[in-house]
């Protein structure tokens, strides 16, 4: 069930701010935007989510357009330890059961 | 906390053969998932429990998959008989499902290969 649209991979210099896009056009009113990331062999690992407003943790922030048809994760101060798969994800807050992961975007962040 | 913990973490095994994996969720949180990750069709939901009752197992492969929640802190997936197209890795994810808003957060991992 593709909702979201990501590049394939992208690259980063340490110590540059990462900005990976998502195009999720056909947003629903009542849908999030969630980001996860999947390092190697590892669980994949929350990093934000948000409905319409711009969102700030100490990971990252997330950038949501007013229409809500594509967002932007922002990692401020890349690192090699940021190099993982980064998915994007819409779904209604409530159906627990509906994270579709796709294919994400795989970050290389390079010295 | 220690997290979501899976065993084992890595399990080789011939076809034919019952694979058991073992999650136990981060205490407190009352909703478990089990995912399975291939590198042809991604991450995938198999089941989906609320409070130790299964809600959603659409995503179970087949009757070879069985999954279970005896109590909270505690789910089993298994597969019997295996076969090698179940290779993959699974996760077990765990959430604490109150204002709807609330994240999964995803173990370690099992990584299976059927020989």
């Known amino acids: 069930d593709a909702k979201t649209t990501q590049p394939t991979s992208m690259d980063c210099a340490e110590g540059r701010a990462a900005n990976l896009p998502c195009n999720h056009s056909t947003i629903s009113g009542n849908e999030y935007v969630y980001w996860y990331r999947q390092i190697h062999s590892q669980g994949p690992q929350y990093i934000i989510h948000?409905?319409?407003n711009n969102e700030t943790n100490e990971m990252a922030s997330l950038i949501i357009t007013e229409d809500r048809k594509s967002s932007t994760l922002i990692l401020p101060h890349a690192t090699l330890r940021d190099t993982a798969v980064y998915y994007c994800?819409?779904?209604?807050?409530?159906?627990?059961?509906?994270?579709?992961f796709g294919s994400g975007t795989k970050l290389n962040v390079k010295p | 906390d220690a997290g979501v913990i899976q065993s084992p973490r890595h399990e080789v095994t011939e076809m034919g053969q019952e694979v058991t994996l073992r999650c136990k969720p981060i205490?407190?949180?009352?909703?478990l998932f089990w995912y399975r990750q291939t590198m042809m069709r991604g991450l995938e939901l198999l089941i989906y429990f609320n409070n130790n009752v299964p809600i959603d197992d659409s995503g179970m492969p087949e009757d070879r998959f069985s999954a279970k929640m005896p109590n909270a802190s505690f789910s089993t997936l298994k597969i019997q008989p295996s076969e090698p197209r179940d290779s993959a890795v699974y996760f077990c994810?765990?959430?604490?499902?109150?204002?709807?808003?609330?994240?999964?957060?995803f173990g370690p991992g099992t990584r299976l290969l059927v020989l």
């Open positions: 994800i819409v779904r209604v807050a409530k159906d627990f059961n509906k994270f579709y």
């Open positions: 994810a765990s959430q604490f499902i109150r204002d709807h808003q609330e994240t999964q957060y």
């Open positions: 205490s407190g949180h009352n909703s």
């Open positions: 948000g409905l319409k």
